[in-house]
């Protein structure tokens, strides 16, 4: 459905949502990294609470998704690998609370 | 998992990960309030001058001890992150007004010290108003600045440090002058309490947060 179709009726609002967003685990993910100029991976791993590969493999569906930037560098001889919501990212967590809050709005009334 | 969609909540965890989980911050206010209870003690011993320079000595090699411990211990089990200024916005507040507060003591102590600015006239008022006024005020600072720290981290523990120090100094202060106690038990019990929480909590950071093997 194309974002002009996306109106105020229960339907349409729910099938305007974000799929990449709309899993709990990825959604705790942006919702944090939206709080942070940037971030390792560590950091997020503890405020997300989710395990190393799990945490990767969401990582790897949002950076396809043009929302998380990841950048690997070296602090001394030790990797970081350093995480940042993109503007597409912010954007698109913006436009799912609002999509969420339209949809069930709907489904309420 | 943690709340999801509660932005706050969410702002507040990062802000606990960031500044509290550690317990380092406790343990440097608990020392702080520590040397200021044994203050009267040492400033008879070492006379004020010196006096000043060993508390300074000593508060520098705590905050010295304490970045170490962030740097070698800390960041490399919970990672850093940089905050957005929104998300530190009442922290940020709660430590301009510190500032702003040392600032404006440490210039009136100065003008009175070298007698720049002559003495207020103290024998019109009040003995206890002159005594405990103060006092009074500062347990009321003391209560409110860590107020804010403690709700922008919605931390129970740093609003009872701010009952528990603003009352044992204004204790101290009554003890001493009334009873004539150098010693400022009230404050340094207070403050014991708030450093063995700090200890406490350290402990039990680095129990949680294991040092990875292999570096993100």
């Not at chain 1, 305007?16 to 990294?33: F, K, N, Q, S, W």
């Not at chain 1, 949809?103 to 009334?109: E, G, V």
């Not at chain 2, 981290?153 to 701010?162: H, M």
């Amino acid at each position: 459905m194309k974002a002009k179709e996306c109106g105020q009726e229960a339907v349409q609002a729910l099938a305007c949502i974000d799929r990449v967003m709309h899993e709990p685990a990825r959604l705790a993910v942006v919702t944090y990294l939206s709080l942070v100029e940037n971030a390792d991976f560590v950091f997020l791993m503890h405020a997300v609470e989710l395990t190393w590969g799990n945490l990767s493999s969401h990582l790897a569906k949002l950076e396809e998704a043009g929302y998380v930037a990841i950048e690997k560098g070296y602090v001394g001889k030790k990797p970081r690998t350093t995480l940042r919501l993109t503007d597409k990212g912010r954007e698109a967590l913006q436009k799912y609370r609002m999509g969420m809050q339209t949809a069930l709005r709907a489904t309420a009334s | 998992m943690p709340d999801l969609l509660n932005v706050r909540e969410a702002g507040r965890r990062t802000i606990r990960l960031l500044r509290f989980q550690d317990g380092l911050w406790d343990i440097l206010l608990g020392v702080a309030f520590l040397l200021m209870s044994i203050y009267p003690i040492t400033r008879a011993l070492l006379g004020p001058t010196w006096n000043a320079v060993a508390v300074g000595l000593a508060l520098s090699a705590l905050f010295a001890g304490a970045a170490w411990a962030r740097v070698v211990l800390v960041i490399p089990r919970r990672g850093v992150a940089t905050p957005r200024p929104g998300t530190m916005r009442t922290m940020t507040i709660a430590f301009r007004l510190t500032l702003f507060l040392a600032l404006v003591t440490a210039v009136l102590w100065t003008l009175f010290a070298t007698s720049l600015v002559p003495s207020p006239p103290w024998g019109t008022v009040p003995d206890w108003v002159n005594t405990l006024a103060p006092e009074v005020v500062v347990a009321l600072l003391l209560v409110l600045i860590l107020s804010l720290v403690a709700r922008s981290a919605g931390l129970g523990r740093i609003y009872v440090y701010g009952w528990l120090l603003g009352l044992g100094n204004l204790a101290s202060s009554a003890l001493q002058h009334y009873k004539g106690y150098r010693f400022g038990f009230p404050l340094a019990i207070a403050a014991g309490i708030v450093l063995m929480v700090g200890v406490f909590v350290f402990v039990r950071f680095l129990r949680e947060f294991p040092a990875p093997r292999s570096v993100s």
